[in-house]
T-cell receptor, first 112, second 112 residues
Framework: GEDVEQSLFLSVREGDSSVINCTYT??????LYWYKQEPGAGLQLLTY?????DMKQDQRLTVLLNKKDKHLSLRIADTQTGDSAIYFC????????????FGSGTRLQVQP | NAGVTQTPKFQVLKTGQSMTLQCAQD?????MSWYRQDPGMGLRLIHY???????DQGEVPNGYNVSRSTTEDFPLRLLSAAPSQTSVYFC???????????FGDGTRLSIL
């Protein structure tokens, strides 16, 4: 089945850039997503990229997709303390289920 | 801007009790789904529905039932609660194939 893997933890200083990495196995993935989860809250969709793209930029967020290596990254520029959260990478099955397969999440800690 | 609304936000049950977790969306989305989130893991799909009157099993369906009598509502039923069902439950909805899924704020369920 599909598998999505992420590193568990990332610590950066306020103002630095953060790069959160993700690898996936399903070569038929059509969309890949990044969600943010703050403590005690639900999942907030940050951005997503279609598999025929290799980059998408949205304000401080840059998503890079290397389809050959099945590697996805999320770069947050000028990281702020409010960016501290868990970030989930997810891919969607190219089947009727349209189920999201999530990584286990990367906890981003931003130090002042 | 209600989006996806889940009730209750918190619930404590005793083993063997039954209950229904409610999920409603006001965006006229065809696709709805239920996930559970356990510590250190991403979200896993329990059941999903591609439209009113149609439901199907996800990755971890055992112990749960769903129904979809209307487009707006997608309740999740625990027939006989077990401690292994202690988790945070998220409902999500989307419109159209591969469109981003929007999540509710979750229901935190503890089974004693």
């Amino acid at each position: 089945g599909e598998d999505v893997e992420q590193s568990l933890f990332l610590s950066v200083r306020e103002g630095d850039s953060s790069v959160i990495n993700c690898t996936y196995t399903d070569s038929s993935s059509t969309y890949l997503y990044w969600y943010k989860q703050e403590p005690g809250a639900g999942l907030q969709l940050l951005t997503y990229i279609f598999s025929n793209m290799d980059m998408k930029q949205d304000q401080r967020l840059t998503v890079l997709l290397n389809k050959k290596d099945k590697h996805l990254s999320l770069r947050i520029a000028d990281t702020q303390t409010g960016d501290s959260a868990i970030y989930f990478c997810a891919e969607i099955e190219d089947t009727g289920r349209r189920a999201l397969t999530f990584g286990s999440g990367t906890r981003l800690q931003v130090q002042p | 801007n209600a989006g996806v609304t889940q009730t209750p936000k918190f619930q404590v049950l005793k083993t063997g009790q039954s209950m229904t977790l409610q999920c409603a969306q006001d965006m006229n989305h065809e696709y709805m789904s239920w996930y559970r989130q356990d510590p250190g893991m991403g979200l896993r799909l329990i059941h999903y529905s591609v439209g009113a009157g149609i439901t199907d099993q996800g990755e971890v369906p055992n112990g749960y039932n769903v129904s979809r009598s209307t487009t707006e509502d997608f309740p999740l039923r625990l027939l006989s609660a077990a401690p292994s069902q202690t988790s945070v439950y998220f409902c999500a909805s989307s419109q159209g194939s591969h469109q981003p899924q929007h999540f509710g704020d979750g229901t935190r369920l503890s089974i004693l």
